[in-house]
């Protein structure tokens, strides 16, 4: 069984940034952290959750990442395998970006944008931006 744990959320102005990271421990039947799809889900109060960004393996030497289109260009996910670790980096946070960002592990093939592709979640750490 896969455990998720994030850290680095906190309190933020407008225009300034976070980096969020997620350490995995325990194995998934079938994977490693490598071979792993790792993502970020956020929920706002009030608000389904909701799928922010994830790096995929490809099956070979590649790794694919996705964003939704509210944070492209301002976030960044990427990961260390070595460390089993997977971050997100927040940068121009909007007010809009407040809620609980969720770490998410999953089998790559069928990993996508929807809560249900995933089987592994974190507690979640909660991020505020303040306007």
């Known amino acids: 069984q896969v455990q998720l744990v994030e850290s680095g959320g906190g309190l933020v102005q407008a225009g300034g940034s976070l980096r969020l990271s997620c350490a995995a421990s325990?194995?998934?039947?079938?994977?490693?952290?490598?071979?792993?799809?790792m993502g970020w889900f956020r929920q706002a109060p009030g608000k389904e959750r909701e799928f922010v960004a994830s790096?995929?393996?490809?099956?070979?030497?590649?790794?694919?990442?996705y964003y939704a289109d509210s944070v492209k260009g301002r976030f960044i996910i990427s990961r260390d395998n070595a460390k089993n670790t997977v971050f997100l980096q927040m940068n121009s946070l909007k007010p809009e970006d407040t809620g609980v960002y969720y770490c998410?592990?999953?089998?790559?093939?069928?990993?996508?944008?929807?809560?249900?592709?995933?089987?592994?979640w974190g507690q979640g750490t909660q991020v505020t931006v303040s306007s």
């Open positions: 998410v592990a999953g089998n790559y093939k069928i990993a996508g944008q929807t809560p249900a592709d995933y089987d592994a």
């Open positions: 325990g194995r998934a039947s079938g994977r490693t952290f490598s071979t792993s799809a």
């Open positions: 790096n995929t393996w490809s099956g070979s030497y590649l790794y694919y990442t």
